[in-house]
C-alpha cells in the first residue's frame, strides 16, 4: 500500500512539474560575478531545486555521519 501511495505521489509531483515547465518558459537575465546568463525561469527553478536537494542531502549524510562516529576518539576507562 505504501509503495502505491510513494508511486502515486511522485506521479503527482511529476505532473506539476511539467505544468509548471510548461507554463514558465519566458526568458530572464542571471547575473554572476563575471557572467550574465539568459536562462528560462524554469530552468532556474530546477537549478534552485537540485542545489538544495544535493545540500540537504550532504548536511544529513554529514549530521549521520558525526552521530555514528561520535564515540570513536573518547578514551575508554581502563578497568583495574
Do not use: C
Not at 510548461?22 to 530572464?28: C, E, G, K, S, V
Amino acid at each position: 500500500m505504501s509503495r502505491l501511495l510513494y508511486l502515486i505521489l511522485i506521479i503527482a509531483f511529476l505532473v506539476v512539474g511539467f505544468v509548471f515547465g510548461a507554463i514558465n518558459q519566458q526568458l530572464t537575465d542571471v547575473h554572476f560575478l563575471i557572467v550574465k546568463l539568459q536562462l528560462r525561469v524554469v530552468d532556474i527553478a530546477i537549478i534552485f531545486l537540485i542545489t538544495g536537494v544535493a545540500l540537504g542531502l550532504l548536511i544529513a549524510a554529514w549530521l549521520s555521519m558525526a552521530r555514528r562516529t561520535k564515540y570513536w576518539l573518547k578514551p575508554t576507562a581502563e578497568k583495574t
